[in-house]
């Protein structure tokens, strides 16, 4: 699949190395505003100067491709795949999929309009310990799941990232991987959720890098989520930590490492072996959008697929703002 990326500073770095060591991809042309990012992103890649552009649209002019991977800040997403859908190419786009739900919407309906796929990279639910752990929650072997605790905390000192000025850093641009994460892994769609977001006096953001939130999901499933941008202690990882309590087990992520404690024993703490050490997901992105458009079929992770992600934040920002519970479907919907 021959391949525009837009946004190649930033994040857009670790994705030129992925797309090249895919067997199938291929970078056909690099976009960016800011000169310097686009300089270093030509010498990593090796791609001539004809084909690296700081206009989108003469990039899609100049050079033939079938689709753009849009690696940039959320505030330019929908601008992105907009334009690419009306060149006819197909869009795999970093998460959030859009600023708000109406542009989220928007490139939903230009993408079916334009009979072209929208993917959104929610590249955690694609990690070996996510694969793994949707798997045992979803074989039944322990019951169903009754109750689940995530905690997210890291210290984000990024220099001069958008998230500093963005309103509610944290659950827009973070909180999505968990709360994609707590869908993909047990299967259920979350049905409201109350939650409250805040600023520690000593936080270096503009706005709030704190959330409480306690969703409920299809069939009476609770799930309580505290995440900090601006952590005084100790760090968890990316992907924060996870418990889930079954009526046979608990099932716990901690440092990328899925552990099994059956009911009633909690020395008896097994670790589980997973599909593949390690893993960023973004890899097996890349190949289930490629797959997905040679065959024609929705991707896992659509555009129309991550509507309820998408909104599983602004509900929460919502219920912030109310101080009371907010249906998801309600904000999904618009
Ligand atoms: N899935 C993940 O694990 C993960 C991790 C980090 C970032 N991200 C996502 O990736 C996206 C980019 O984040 P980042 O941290 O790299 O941001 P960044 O600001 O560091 O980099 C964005 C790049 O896009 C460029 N850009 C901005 N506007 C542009 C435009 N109109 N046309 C072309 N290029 C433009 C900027 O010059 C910059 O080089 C965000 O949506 C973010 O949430 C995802």
Redesign the pocket.
């Known amino acids: 699949m021959r391949l525009v990326q ?9 994705w030129l190395g992925r797309v090249q060591r895919d067997r199938d991809a291929s970078l056909v042309a690099l ?4 000169e310097g ?1 686009l300089q270093a992103a030509q010498q990593e890649t090796g791609l001539a100067g004809a084909r690296c552009f ?1 206009d ?1 649209r003469v990039a899609f002019e100049t050079v033939e491709a079938d689709a753009v991977l849009n ?4 505030a ?2 929908h ?2 795949a907009l334009a690419a859908f009306e060149r006819g190419l197909h869009v795999l786009s ?3 999929i859009a600023e708000s739900m109406e542009h989220a919407r928007m490139m939903v309906e230009a993408a079916e309009q334009a009979g072209r796929t929208l993917m959104v ?4 639910r694609y990690r070996p310990w996510a694969r793994t752990m949707r798997r045992l929650l979803q074989s039944g072997e322990f019951g169903p799941p009754d109750n689940i605790s995530v905690r997210f905390a890291k210290s984000l000192e ?1 220099d ?4 500093f000025r963005m309103a509610h850093p944290l659950v827009r ?1 973070m909180s999505i ?1 968990h709360f994609d994460l707590m869908r993909a892994l047990t299967g259920r769609e979350p049905i409201s959720v109350y939650a409250t977001t805040w600023q520690p006096p000593w936080s270096w953001f503009e706005d709030d890098p704190c959330v409480a939130a306690i969703f409920e999901l299809e069939g009476g499933l609770k799930a309580v989520y505290e995440g900090t941008w601006v952590t005084r202690g100790r760090e968890t990882t ?1 992907d924060g930590y996870w418990r889930v309590e079954c009526s046979g087990a608990v099932i716990e992520l901690r440092s990328e490492h899925v552990h099994v404690i059956p009911a009633g024993h909690p020395d008896e703490d097994a670790e589980v072996e997973l599909a593949q050490e390690t893993g ?3 890899s097996a992105v890349l190949e289930e959008f490629q797959r997905a458009v040679a065959e024609g079929r929705e991707p896992e992770t659509s555009g129309r697929e991550n509507l309820t992600t998408l909104a599983m934040g602004f509900a929460a920002m919502e219920s912030s703002r109310t101080g009371r519970p907010v249906e998801i479907a309600k904000v999904v919907g618009g």
Request: aromatic share 12%.
């Open positions: 837009v946004g190649v500073g930033g994040f857009g770095q670790t976009v960016d505003v800011d990012a700081n989108l690696v940039t800040p959320p330019v997403h601008e992105v970093e998460k959030p990279s929610q590249n955690y990024f001069g990232s958008f998230r641009d991987h990316w960023s997901g973004q």
